[in-house]
């Protein structure tokens, strides 16, 4: 498979945060310098969001693609209001992404064709990226060590771009250094491990 040519954008600000997060949670993000870029209007309310994004990172590389950027944060207000997440003020806790509003927020404001798939097989998306370019797919995060077994399925999304019969290709938002985070090519059975059969196809 060629290159995807998307654009490739991380979860963080500054690509390399992944694994001073998994050390240390969140608060690791109090120290991205980059934080500005995010949309956020506080660096906390940002490292609020980064751990919650996977996502609207996976929209924005989508949105990219055609020509246009949006800051993460911006996208996930947008898709907060929505329904796509669902914020609690009292514990601060952020959860989402939820498929069906987030499909009708897509298409209400970007015009993007979308659909949630929830029993599709690993073998199957090579014929879902044959009708809408994208599938952004809900793998284990622990995908970006794919010679790992993971402890369950699903929980993070990643963006696929490219399969074939035996090969699969995406971008992780939470790779943790170049080779696990853009344009990384797994075999069909390796992605499997991590694949929660779940996802949305999207065509832009």
């Known amino acids: 498979?060629?290159?995807?040519?998307?654009?490739?954008?991380?979860?963080?600000?500054?690509?390399?945060?992944?694994?001073?997060?998994?050390?240390?949670?969140?608060?690791?993000?109090?120290?991205?310098?980059?934080?500005?870029?995010?949309?956020?209007?506080?660096?906390?309310?940002?490292?609020?969001?980064?751990?919650?994004?996977?996502?609207?990172?996976?929209?924005?590389?989508?949105?990219?693609?055609?020509?246009?950027?949006?800051p993460t944060l911006e996208l996930a207000r947008a898709c907060t209001a929505y329904g796509g997440y669902v914020v609690n003020e009292i514990d601060a806790s952020i959860k989402g992404l939820i498929y069906a509003p987030f499909v009708r927020f897509v298409g209400d404001r970007f015009g993007l064709e979308a659909e949630t798939i929830t029993t599709v097989q690993t073998a199957s998306i090579p014929e879902l990226l044959s009708k809408r370019r994208f599938f952004i797919a809900s793998v284990h995060s622990a995908i970006r060590w794919p010679e790992r077994t993971p402890p369950s399925k699903g929980g993070h999304l990643v963006l696929v771009t490219a399969a074939s019969n035996g090969t699969i290709r995406f971008h992780n938002p939470s790779g943790h250094d170049q080779a696990s985070q853009a344009d990384v090519d797994l075999p069909l059975a390796v992605f499997d491990r991590f694949f929660a059969n779940r996802g949305i196809s999207v065509d832009a």
């Open 1 to 70: 498979m060629q290159q995807s040519g998307v654009p490739y954008f991380s979860q963080w600000e500054t690509p390399g945060m992944t694994l001073p997060v998994l050390a240390e949670g969140s608060k690791a993000l109090l120290n991205d310098p980059r934080w500005r870029h995010s949309g956020a209007a506080t660096i906390e309310e940002y490292a609020r969001w980064a751990v919650n994004v996977c996502g609207m990172a996976c929209l924005k590389m989508i949105l990219a693609a055609r020509g246009e950027i949006h």
